[in-house]
């Protein structure tokens, strides 16, 4: 009988600490060894001239199954994160809130059989029902997610309804995922766009304004401290937002800061020629390479602590069957955001290192997942990437798996890519092509985040 299920030699062992040349073995799921020279495997992959990197950990996506599975269902989505170098996500979709356990028990059953990648759940928190979060929370919801302004249909938060709702994210030793433009301030910019009689594409950028981001963003930093609360500010879109939550994490907030790609490679006046396909909230606030570096700069220096996809798609007719107020918001993602952060260190703005920590290990930490995920380590699940840093590709619309069929990245030229992805040890996706065989399962988190 072999030792192992499976042995990778030779591959380039990436972690945020450093890179090692590994022999990473496998049995029954699990990472046995990084040093299985030697050993017999049933099965063995050389690995050399790539990297092994932990799978990514994509905690912020919108699969809208059930719901909206004419946007995107979970097979497909899972399709596209297993090609990408997924392995772990945590989903929430807006079109069927979770708000209470048997919303949570029905939506998991559901699933069952439907994923390509380990899941977890997250609920909604509305307000006015601080009391659904401790049975929510004990039910193995992953996160509560939380609108400071009312968007896809999900009611927002005001000052006060967020100090109740993170009052009892304390108690319960839970933690939210926070969405922050300010109510008032975009209703207030709404009334006005609407009362001129804009409908231009513009619109998009004074109506959920910086101030209204900073605003929201700043007092939630300062109610999850005053609270004793554990919070993400979901998709930082600029520096001056990564600033005030800094400020708070240096009073003792227990503050994490995620950013998205589309932040890092999308300007603020594209959504001018590209319209609805630029509709995301908060929108790209980029006005010149300056406001890009600064936050790859945050990125490397961890004021910003993770990144997501927030994959939230909607397909080219979709987005082009109405106008800018109409359509709606989000943008696919898990087709590329490994690619964008690995062309990113291709090109010197982050490094491997850097990468491991900030989509695989920073994640599967602060939502508990930490240490079965996000690492590559005897006893961790086997969930790991080889990446060819090297190959040179162009991210394409004809190439998107998610139903979405396109990507705000068409025709950008990119270094490194995935080639092979494994979940648990088993092969889901191989050079663009996904195993498809919906071995995804449902995870839950510790009780101790780690």
Not at 131 to 148: D, S
Not at 156 to 182: F, K, P, V, Y
Request: aromatic share 6%; glycine share 10%.
């Amino acid at each position: 009988m072999p030792d192992a299920d499976l042995l990778i030699t030779g591959g380039t062992l990436v972690t945020s600490q450093g890179r090692r040349r590994a022999d990473v073995a496998v049995r029954d799921g699990r990472v046995l060894t990084l040093d299985g020279a030697g050993l017999s495997a049933a099965r063995t992959v050389d690995a050399t001239g790539l990297l092994l990197l932990p799978g990514g950990v994509d905690t912020h996506v919108h699969l809208m199954d059930p719901g909206s599975t004419d946007r995107e269902d979970f097979p497909s989505g899972t399709r596209a994160a297993a090609v990408s170098g997924v392995t772990t996500i945590i989903e929430h979709s807006h079109g069927r809130p979770v708000r209470t356990v048997r919303d949570l028990e029905e939506k998991a059953a559901y699933l069952s059989g439907r994923s390509n990648v380990d899941f977890a759940l997250a609920a909604h928190a509305w307000p006015g029902d601080p009391g659904a979060v401790a049975p929510l929370w004990e039910a193995g919801a992953a996160f509560f997610k939380v609108f400071t302004c009312t968007t896809h249909g999900i009611p927002g938060h005001d000052a006060a309804a967020l100090r109740a709702h993170l009052r009892a994210t304390a108690d319960a030793g839970a933690i939210s995922l926070i969405h922050c433009e300010d109510d008032s301030l975009t209703a207030a910019a709404e009334s006005v766009l609407r009362a001129a009689g804009r409908e231009d594409p513009g619109i998009l950028p004074e109506w959920r304004d910086r101030d209204a981001e900073v605003v929201a963003a700043a007092v939630a930093a300062l109610l999850i401290r005053r609270t004793g609360a554990r919070a993400t500010v979901a998709h930082v879109s600029h520096p001056e937002v990564a600033a005030y939550l800094a400020a708070e994490r240096a009073r003792g907030a227990r503050l994490y800061a995620e950013t998205c790609p589309q932040y890092l490679l999308l300007r603020e006046d594209e959504v001018h020629t590209h319209g609805p396909f630029r509709k995301f909230t908060p929108p790209a606030r980029a006005r010149h390479d300056q406001d890009e570096a600064a936050l790859w700069r945050l990125l490397r220096e961890g004021e910003l602590t993770h990144v997501s996809s927030d994959h939230a798609p909607s397909t080219p007719a979709q987005k082009s069957a109405g106008g800018m107020w109409d359509v709606h918001f989000g943008l696919p993602g898990l087709d590329s955001t490994m690619a964008v952060l690995l062309s990113a260190a291709a090109r010197g703005m982050l490094a491997y290192e850097d990468i491991a920590r900030l989509y695989s290990e920073a994640p599967a930490r602060i939502y508990g997942l930490w240490p079965r995920k996000g690492r590559i380590a005897p006893g961790a699940d086997a969930d790991l990437v080889l990446a060819d840093p090297q190959e040179r590709w162009r991210l394409r619309n004809e190439d998107v798996l998610s139903k979405a069929g396109w990507t705000p990245y068409d025709g950008m030229d990119m270094t490194g890519r995935a080639v092979a992805t494994y979940l648990r040890g088993e092969l889901i996706a191989e050079h663009g092509k996904p195993a498809d065989r919906r071995t995804g399962r449902l995870i839950t988190r510790r009780r101790t985040p780690g």
